[in-house]
């Protein structure tokens, strides 16, 4: 990306240079390629604020060497392509930069003007219409676990109150939540049984079967630690994946679909308006 990035700006730099050498202001020049010339300000615009001489130096001297090499290779390119090569690209280049400039436009019309709002009743339909996509590749868990030493601290009311879950034993787990090594009690949340395995090691593909009921209580250790788990809900791979899990998803595809239908009325209005002021006229 960076290397792109120096590439536009030397590309720019190359055209500057043409106009300011026509302007015959060659004695401002740090650098000359045939009858082209860069000048102090070009490398000005890519030294950062409070850069060390040695960097400005160094920065400046890979600026040249690029924008050097880049125009002894254009001229290179333009003796030893054919015209309808150079054409071509001559084409492409003017393309590229309409694209640029209608997609920058574009963009800043639908950011302002597009409604973000998404109703659930179009997040349900969207959902239902594309419900064959959202089938599972992996199983989906609501569960919550927490992971703590063998030899803890009322490790018996700990264990009742995390299976009991009520809203004092929330309240009670929270408050001790610094003896944990790791925990999550947001049970309401839909996660991938692939992240389960990862956050909970002793967890593997022989106990996963555990994991994957129903209201399942689950005990685990390894030589250090106790792993409680209680499974909630389970989704299994080729179900379909909750709206709630997806819904994200669901309002991309919301928001795409507007900012397409967006711009095409954008388009059609500048196209009325300028047939209308007799800027677009065509010819039979």
């Known amino acids: ?11 720019v730099a190359l055209l500057q240079s043409c106009d300011r050498f026509n302007s015959n202001e060659a004695e401002n020049a740090v650098a000359r390629v045939n009858d082209t010339y860069l000048y102090k300000e070009d490398i000005k615009k890519i030294i950062p604020e409070g850069a ?11 600026f040249i060497n690029n924008w050097a090499s880049n ?11 054919s015209e309808t090569q150079q054409e071509n690209y001559d084409d492409l280049v003017k393309q590229y930069e309409t694209d640029l400039y209608t997609k920058a436009y574009l963009e800043a019309l639908v950011k302002r003007s597009i409604d973000t709002t998404i109703t659930k009743a179009e997040a349900d339909k969207i959902y239902h219409r594309n419900k064959e996509s959202f089938k ?8 919550r676990y927490l992971t703590l030493p063998q030899n803890a601290v009322n490790l018996d009311a700990i264990k009742s109150k995390f299976k009991n879950f009520e809203k004092a034993d929330k309240v009670f787990l929270d408050s001790i939540a610094v003896q944990f090594k790791s925990y999550s009690l947001n049970d309401s949340v839909w996660v991938r ?7 909970i090691p002793v967890a593997n593909q022989t106990n996963k079967n555990q994991l994957l009921k129903k209201s399942n209580f689950v005990q685990l250790k390894d030589s250090l630690n106790l792993y409680l788990i209680q499974i909630n809900d389970v989704l299994l791979r080729g179900d379909y994946a909750p709206l709630d899990y997806v819904k994200p998803t669901v309002k991309q595809i919301i928001s795409n679909k507007r900012k397409l239908a967006l711009i095409k009325e954008i388009e059609n209005e500048i196209t009325k308006d300028a047939i209308k002021n007799k800027q677009f006229e065509t010819y039979k």
Request: glycine share 0%.
């Open 52 to 62: 060390s001489k040695a960097d400005s130096t160094l920065l400046a001297n890979s």
């Open 136 to 143: 599972l590749n992996d199983e989906l868990l609501k569960l």
């Open 193 to 199: 049984a692939s992240q389960v395995l990862e956050k």
């Open 71 to 81: 125009l002894l290779l254009m001229d290179k390119a333009k003796l030893n392509l």
């Open 1 to 11: 990306m960076k290397n792109r990035l120096l590439n536009i700006i030397i590309v």
